[in-house]
Structures are given as C-alpha cells and as structure tokens.
C-alpha cells in the first residue's frame, strides 16, 4: 500500500487534557493554528461539527475520553456503524492512530456534506452540513405544508408535516436516528419528514448524487385554524372556590422538558425548535399541552431582559 503523507501539524479543538500540547511536542509535532496538516477533534459529536466548521476539508483525528471506543470498545462489535469514520476514538487507539499517521501509515475517509439555501421573504441564507439539514415552520407549534421535488422532479407532493430532514449518513445517528425510528444508513442520503400527518418510511438516495438537488417548496402553512385553546393560570397559595369561567384546579405534574427564553415573547421560536430537537434527540415525544412560565413583568424590565421558562411533557 502506497504512503500517505506524514502528519507533522495540528490543529487542536475542543477540551484536550492539560500537557496536550507537550504531549504532541514529545513525538515531534507542532500544534498550530494556521495550515493544519490534520485537525485534533478533542470531544463529542459537537465538536466534530465545529471543527469541520473552522477547517473544512482538513483531514481530522477524533478522540474522547470514553469506553465505547470503535476500535476497542463496545461499538468494535459492531460492524456496520454507519459513520465508523466520525465516532470517536478513546485515547489509547487514538495515540496508535497518531504513531501511524506520523508514519504515513493511514487512509482517509472522506464523508458527504450537505450544501443548504433558502430564500423565504427576500432574506437568502446559505450554509454547509456534515449531519443534516432541516426544512420547517419559523414556529415549531405549526405544522408546514409543502411540495419535494428531486432532481427537478416531483418527488413528494402535499407534505404536511413539522417538516423535513435530509441527512448524511454521518447525521443518521443523531436526530434522524430519533425521527426515522432507529434506523441509520451507510451510504447515500436520507430523506425524512418529521411528525408527518400521514405515516412515510424514509428514503435513501443512492444514485448520481453528484447530481442531487433537493428542492422543498413551502405552499402554506398547514390547516388553517379558526380558533386555539389557550389557558393562563396563576398560582394559588391555597385552593379556592371556582367558577365556570375561572375555575380552580391543580394542574397535572409529570416529566417535562424544560428551556428558559430570554428576550420578547415574539421571539420564543427558536427556544421552542432548540427544546422539541432535544426531546427527538433522546427519543421522547411530547404528550400533552406546552406551558410557559413568566418569570418577571415586561412592564418593569426591558424586552431583551424578559424570562420565559418552556415546559414541554414528554414520555
């Protein structure tokens, strides 16, 4: 087999163990800032995305201090890890992997990337992914209807869902891996609608993906109401006497997810797109009714200073 290139410079993100840099001195190696030969990925699958993110392209060596080490732990049983290349090493196979990139001794293993547009009331955003891409409503509480085409075809019509996500067969363990039900792939590109109204599997692309486009066409937002249930509630410090229009009763407890919003009330969005991808994100759903909580008064602090405390019940 014909050597690779040895590594002499690295970059280094994410938290290394203090002496780290002495430690990478000890073998004859630099670590820099500018021109990386490779890139040190020192943590968790956040860290790997920012690091593709500060220096993409750039060859990179994922390590953590953790037990289920694909090379030696218990993910090394398993053979068909869909992103074997992205999980990360623990710090015994990762000083193995260094000796043998020193050597020129290594492959590299090259993962797809998602390239993004959008273009939603005159304001175009563009970004890359290495995990996925999500198409959804600016309110996660609204579900989105919407048109897919593939390649300049139709490939999904009348979508009615809180939307759709297109994976890399890196992003197919995170929060496709909740959404689709367990399932991962290896090759190609995933595509998925996120709490569909009716019930689809997902599909993997496999073919001429040099040429995939994917194109999402939002034609409105979905079901137009002509009326919504909203409750507000004060606390009690003891029960009282109701009536048919303010009655009293002891609201219902549980497990909730909770996120606090800092800022205006309009602004609550995001917030509420943040606290649903991590309830996906650890296989949950939410069961019931979301209820805020206001910590202070918007009419004594200013609107960049307003607390707003999200409850989302989950099973």
């Known amino acids: 087999m014909q050597k690779m290139p040895q590594l002499r410079k690295f970059a280094v993100i994410g938290y290394a163990p203090t002496g780290f840099r002495d430690f990478l001195k000890s073998k004859g190696l630099s670590q820099v800032t500018r021109n990386p030969d ?19 392209g750039v060859p990179k060596i994922c390590v953590r201090d953790w037990d289920e080490c694909p090379a030696c732990g218990a993910l090394a049983k ?39 547009s959008t273009n939603a009331g005159g304001r175009v955003f563009s970004a890359e992914a290495l995990n996925e891409v999500q198409l959804h409503n600016l309110n996660p509480m609204q579900a989105v209807r919407f048109d897919l085409y593939l390649n300049g ?48 599997q997902p599909s993997i692309i496999t073919k001429d993906l040099d040429k995939f486009v994917l194109r999402g066409v939002v034609t409105r937002t979905a079901e137009k109401s002509k009326s919504a249930q909203l409750e507000v509630c004060l606390p009690l410090a003891k029960k009282v006497a109701g009536s048919k229009d303010f009655p009293c009763y002891k609201l ?11 800022g205006p009330y309009e602004d609550c969005g995001p917030a509420y797109q943040k606290l649903y991808a ?38």
């Open 38 to 56: 490779a890139v040190i990925s020192y943590g968790g699958d956040g860290t790997t995305l920012k690091t593709e993110h500060i220096y993409p």
């Open 78 to 116: 398993n053979i068909d890890i869909p992103r074997r290349s992205g999980v990360q090493l623990c710090a015994d196979c990762f000083e193995t992997l260094l000796d043998r990139a020193i050597e020129g001794d290594y492959n590299i293993i090259e993962e797809i990337k998602l390239v993004a």
């Open 153 to 200: 075809k139709v490939f999904q019509k009348d979508c009615v869902s809180d939307g759709v996500i297109v994976s890399t067969p890196y992003g197919s363990t995170g929060y496709y891996y909740s959404v689709s039900g367990g399932k991962t792939f290896s090759k190609g590109i995933g595509i998925i609608q996120n709490n569909p109204k009716f019930s689809q």
């Open 252 to 262: 219902a407890g549980g497990e909730f997810a909770k996120i606090l919003h800092k």
């Open 278 to 315: 991590q309830i996906a994100a650890q296989g949950k759903k939410v069961t019931g009714p979301v209820r805020e909580v206001y910590l202070n008064d918007p009419r004594e602090v200013k609107k960049e200073e307003i607390l707003t405390e999200i409850y989302a019940p989950i099973g």
